[in-house]
């Protein structure tokens, strides 16, 4: 098994920034892709950043030039710098961690969330 520990939401103000960091530990072999995904009331999660084991990158359109993905392989950990915070950027918040298992399958594990709330 294994398990995501978020850290680093709360309440911003817009323009604001926050930095969300999300820990893996348990039976890690290898970690393939980790990333950020986000829900926010009456809306399906979606992808917000995806870094990949050789640090490539994908963002959804809503962040680019504002939030940025990094990992640190030796601690399995992956943080989330959230800049220039809109009030539309409020969401829970989930860490995602792909770990591949035998014969080709990928499990993917998932953090317990965490509330970032934009708002004056």
């Known amino acids: 098994q294994v398990q995501l520990v978020e850290s680093g939401g709360g309440l911003v103000q817009p323009g604001g920034s926050l930095r969300l960091s999300c820990a893996a530990s348990?039976?890690?072999?290898?970690?393939?892709?980790m990333g950020w995904y986000r829900q926010a009331p009456g809306k399906q999660r979606e992808l917000v950043a995806r870094?990949?084991?050789?640090?490539?990158?994908n963002y959804a359109n809503s962040v680019k030039g504002r939030f940025t993905i990094s990992r640190d392989n030796a601690k399995n950990t992956v943080f989330l710098q959230m800049n220039s915070l809109k009030p539309e950027d409020t969401a829970v918040y989930y860490c995602?961690?792909?770990?591949?298992?035998?014969?080709?399958?990928?499990?993917?594990?998932w953090g317990q969330g965490t509330q970032v709330t934009v708002s004056s």
């Open positions: 870094i990949s084991s050789s640090r490539s990158i």
């Open positions: 995602n961690a792909e770990v591949p298992a035998r014969f080709g399958v990928v499990n993917h594990y």
């Open positions: 348990g039976s890690i072999f290898r970690l393939n892709a």
